[in-house]
Each structure stands twice: as C-alpha cells, then as structure tokens.
C-alpha cells in the first residue's frame, strides 16, 4: 500500500496529459492498511453460495485512500472507500473488478454508492504495481 500513492499519481499525471479537457484531479495522498477479510458476494446464506465462494479463486482486499482535489484555488479533500478483486495465476496477481465509494473526509455527509472503478486511476496505478510485482522490480509482501 505504501507504494499506491505514487502509481496512482503517476496514472493521472499520464492521463491528465492525454485529455487536457479538464482540470479536475486529485492526487493521491495516503492508502490506508489493507483489510482481506472477505465479504459473502451474494447476500442469500446457503450451503452452495458458501461452497461458490470457497471453490473462487478471486481474493477480496479493502482499503482506503486520502486524495486531495484542487477546485478553483480551494484544497478539497476526499476519502475513498476501496473494494478490489484480484487473482492469482502462474505468472502472478491480476486485478479482476474494482469498487470504490466517495465521501468527503471532513463532513458526515454518507458515501456515494459504490460504482465500479475497474478502469479508474486507482485501478491503473495498482495494475502498474501487479505488472511490476510479475517483472520482479519490486518485492510482493505475503500476508499472513
């Protein structure tokens, strides 16, 4: 996690320089300690949802990111709430699906409901980090 801020800026300063249309982004400040307790992915409680989730091979991880918005001069600050999918092969960890909610880190307004962010900054600055993890740049740190 220590090293997501700094994938995750690098794909919005890459895509910033693609679009230009707006300037609107955030910037990533922290990425909170993962949680890998897995939630049931579907609501209903019997014994063949409960045999579907053991026999996946899809791992659940969640977390939390601080990002700061620039709107008009103003420093906007957000937390993101996180809920990846990932998976393992030969080769390495893949992500599958992405979930994230958006809520103001200052206020008590409620989250926005999830939406899927498979292909947002996040999600490319982790994927970045999983690629570099396969080429062994970097070390991947087993949980326990």
């Given at each position: 996690?220590?090293?997501?801020?700094?994938?995750?800026?690098?794909?919005?300063?890459?895509?910033?320089?693609?679009?230009?249309?707006?300037?609107?982004?955030?910037?990533?400040?922290?990425?909170?300690?993962?949680?890998?307790?897995?939630?049931?992915?579907?609501?209903?409680?019997?014994?063949?949802?409960?045999?579907?989730?053991?026999?996946?091979?899809?791992?659940?991880?969640?977390?939390?990111?601080?990002?700061?918005?620039?709107?008009?001069?103003?420093?906007?600050?957000?937390?993101?709430?996180?809920?990846?999918?990932?998976?393992?092969?030969?080769s390495?960890?893949?992500l599958?699906?992405?979930?994230?909610?958006?809520?103001?880190?200052?206020?008590?307004?409620?989250?926005?409901?999830?939406?899927?962010?498979?292909n947002?900054?996040?999600?490319?600055?982790?994927?970045?980090?999983?690629?570099?993890?396969?080429?062994?740049?970097?070390?991947?740190?087993?949980?326990?």
């Amino acid at each position: 996690m220590q090293d997501l801020p700094s994938y995750t800026n690098r794909a919005s300063q890459r895509a910033r320089r693609r679009t230009r249309r707006s300037d609107l982004f955030s910037y990533m400040l922290l990425a909170g300690r993962p949680e890998f307790q897995p939630l049931p992915l579907n609501p209903v409680n019997d014994d063949l949802n409960e045999q579907k989730s053991t026999n996946s091979k899809v791992e659940q991880v969640f977390f939390t990111t601080l990002e700061r918005q620039y709107i008009e001069n103003k420093a906007i600050e957000l937390q993101e709430f996180h809920w990846l999918f990932l998976t393992k092969n030969q080769s390495g960890w893949y992500l599958v699906t992405m979930l994230t909610q958006t809520g103001a880190s200052r206020n008590q307004q409620p989250p926005t409901p999830p939406r899927d962010s498979s292909n947002g900054i996040v999600a490319q600055g982790i994927k970045a980090w999983l690629r570099d993890c396969r080429a062994g740049s970097l070390r991947e740190t087993e949980r326990n």
